[in-house]
């Protein structure tokens, strides 16, 4: 296994999560849970409110979340992290903590991830595409962590690792307006 180095706090939490996980044999199960909470985050403003937010005390963020998780069936070792993270008033750093356990797992199963904003979400039938391209670029197994960004206008972008491709449209207007300037 290549060795991933997460940091900060939010990594500290993934890594122990990670070990968790790993020593339970159950990091397939663990990841898949994240992945449906993940997903209720990206669904719910009022979810990212209650996770965003300091005006809610711990009490009220391990009330909800609890609820939350229950209603979603999330439970186990998943549902407990998700619990201490709220608990210790750390629920702000809960997104980075799962793509922090999902780079994990990614780098133990040998995979790659790539970042990938995109304007509008992609249809099934575009990731796979993309998914092929990025497979055939890097020579790996590539997982898409898709977030959307309304702000891009239009293309995308891809991160894996320190390599960056910005294909959005935002950025080529922004080209296009810094070169008009210049033309003045």
């Known amino acids: 296994m290549a060795e991933t180095f997460v940091s900060g706090v939010a990594g500290r939490y993934?890594?122990?999560?990670?070990?968790l996980a790993r020593e339970s044999n159950s990091i397939d199960t663990v990841k898949a849970e994240l992945d449906r909470f993940d997903a209720l985050l990206a669904e719910s403003d009022d979810l990212k409110r209650l996770v965003r937010s300091p005006v809610f005390s711990a009490e009220e963020q391990e009330k909800a979340v609890a609820a939350i998780l229950d209603k979603a069936g999330i439970g186990g070792i998943a549902g407990n992290f998700v619990k201490t993270v709220a608990a210790n008033r750390r629920?702000?750093?809960?997104?980075?903590?799962?793509?922090?356990?999902?780079?994990?797992?990614?780098?133990?199963?040998?995979e790659v991830v790539a970042d990938v904003a995109v304007a509008h979400p992609l249809s099934d039938a575009h990731a796979a595409t993309l998914k092929q391209?990025?497979?055939a670029m890097t020579g790996k197994d590539v997982q898409?962590?898709?977030?959307?960004?309304?702000?891009l206008l239009g293309?995308?972008?891809?991160?894996?690792?320190s390599r960056v491709v910005d294909a959005s449209l935002k950025t080529k207007l922004n080209?296009?307006?810094?070169?008009m300037k210049e033309v003045r």
């Open 14 to 19: 993934a890594t122990a999560l990670f070990e």
């Open 91 to 110: 629920l702000f750093i809960i997104e980075s903590a799962i793509r922090a356990f999902v780079a994990l797992v990614a780098a133990h199963k040998g």
């Open 133 to 135: 391209s990025l497979d």
């Open 144 to 151: 898409l962590a898709v977030t959307v960004d309304p702000s």
């Open 155 to 161: 293309g995308l972008k891809v991160k894996i690792g």
């Open 175 to 179: 080209s296009i307006r810094y070169a």
